[in-house]
Nanobody
């Protein structure tokens, strides 16, 4: 079972990136992106389930970040627009076999599968 995240890189402020997270070995019920900036704690970014159309994005990123999935490809995406230097972080994709709802989807401890992370650097 593996989660592989890719798509990070260096971008100027105001730019966009799309991260991808490909799952192999099994399918999952819940997916999420978290990030950890320099000297900061891990932070929830966005979440989506495999079976419904609802998406959840952290308040500070709403309107700029979008999460989506392609079940046929077993892949989850994070589209990031209007990036700012404070978005600089290592972005991790995470997955759970359980359907996480309400507060669960925001809790990194409930995601048991993690990708290695991909670095996003936003220059000013």
């Amino acid at each position: 079972v593996q989660l592989q995240a890719f798509g990070g890189g260096l971008v100027q402020a105001g730019g966009s990136l799309r991260l991808s997270c490909a799952a192999s070995g099994r399918t999952f019920s819940s997916y999420a992106w978290f990030r950890q900036g320099p000297g900061k704690e891990r932070e929830f970014v966005a979440a989506i389930s495999r079976t419904d159309s609802n998406t959840y994005v952290a308040n500070s990123m709403k309107g700029r970040f979008t999460i989506a999935r392609d079940n046929a490809k077993n892949t989850v995406y994070l589209q990031m627009n209007s990036l700012q230097p404070e978005d600089t972080a290592v972005y991790y994709c995470a997955a759970s076999r359980a359907y996480l709802s309400k507060t669960g989807r925001y809790d990194h401890r409930l995601y048991h599968y993690w990708g290695k992370g991909t670095l996003v650097t936003v220059s000013s």
